[in-house]
């Protein structure tokens, strides 16, 4: 019975996929910002007042930059675009 042996990427081909880690998660914090910034001119926002605008931003820092980060971790891990659509 012949030997199975894994294959294993060197350290080099993983750091060229993935680049040094701290422009790896400044992407993806980017990512997330982005994301919520493209939703700030919703319908539901409201930047009339000190008190909407205030609970407007954190509704969005809470609720779309998360996804956002997701969403840049899928698009940096399988250089596709439109993994998230």
Known sequence: MPDVVAWVPSRAVAARET???VAYGVLVQLG???DALMHSFEA???Y???EG????ILFL???DVPPGMVKSVLTLR???AWVHA
């Open 53 to 56: 605008a205030s609970l407007s």
């Open 78 to 80: 399988t250089g596709n």
């Open 48 to 50: 009339d007042s000190l």
């Open 61 to 63: 820092a809470f609720q």
């Open 32 to 34: 997330g910002v982005a």
């Open 44 to 46: 539901w926002a409201v």
């Open 19 to 21: 680049g040094p880690l």
